[in-house]
Nanobody, 120 residues
Framework: QVQLVESGGGLVQPGGSLRLSCTAS????????MGWYRQAPGKQRELVAE???????NYADSVKGQFTIPRDNAKNTLYLQMNSLKPEDTTVYYC??????????????WGQGTQVTVSS
């Protein structure tokens, strides 16, 4: 059974930094694209950033130059380094991974979400 476990959310002051982590576990053969999404109450979930297994990245315009999305393939772990945080970055962040598991094969998976709150 595949699981994505996120950590690193919390409360930070405006201008501060946080680093989110997401580790995939289970009977995983290969992980393809991993990404971070966020969803504010009453709004659709939106892509923040994603990275392929080869290291190609894609960022939402709203976070370019502010967030980075490193990935450690050996540890099946994805990070989101968030700098210069603003109150409008406050919301729940979700990890996503497209992967090949031994069982049940190809699929997309979501983490449980981690709350980020930017407030003074």
């Amino acid at each position: 059974q595949v699981q994505l476990v996120e950590s690193g959310g919390g409360l930070v002051q405006p201008g501060g930094s946080l680093r989110l982590s997401c580790t995939a576990s289970g009977s995983i053969f290969s992980i393809y694209t991993m990404g971070w999404y966020r969803q504010a109450p009453g709004k659709q979930r939106e892509l923040v950033a994603e990275i392929t297994s080869g290291g190609s990245t894609n960022y939402a315009d709203s976070v370019k130059g502010q967030f980075t999305i490193p990935r450690d393939n050996a540890k099946n772990t994805l990070y989101l380094q968030m700098n210069s945080l603003k109150p409008e970055d406050t919301t729940v962040y979700y990890c996503n991974a497209h992967l090949l598991a031994i069982v049940p094969g190809h699929g997309g998976y979501w983490g449980q979400g981690t709350q980020v709150t930017v407030s003074s």
